[in-house]
């Protein structure tokens, strides 16, 4: 559990990208948050109960799509 003061958001909060990082790995395209939160650098996402968010972000290069 988190152990910062304030505490970090949890895995199920919808800002849990912002809690702290514990392992950082560039070279392998994934960080390792403190509320056990795998992020990948495509902007997906491996929470801790097994469950798989898909990237959802615009990287550089993407198309934007905008409304008629």
């Known amino acids: 559990m988190c152990q910062h003061q304030p505490p970090c958001p949890t895995a199920e909060s919808a800002d849990r990208e912002s809690a702290r ?16 939160v795998v992020l990948f650098e495509d902007t997906g996402e491996l929470l801790p109960d097994g469950q798989a968010i898909a990237p959802h972000r615009l990287l550089h290069g993407s198309p934007v799509m905008t409304a008629a």
Do not use: D, F, I, T
């Not at 392992?23 to 390792?32: I, R, T």
């Open 21 to 36: 990082l514990v392992a950082h790995h560039p070279e392998q395209g994934w960080s390792l948050l403190c509320n056990g």
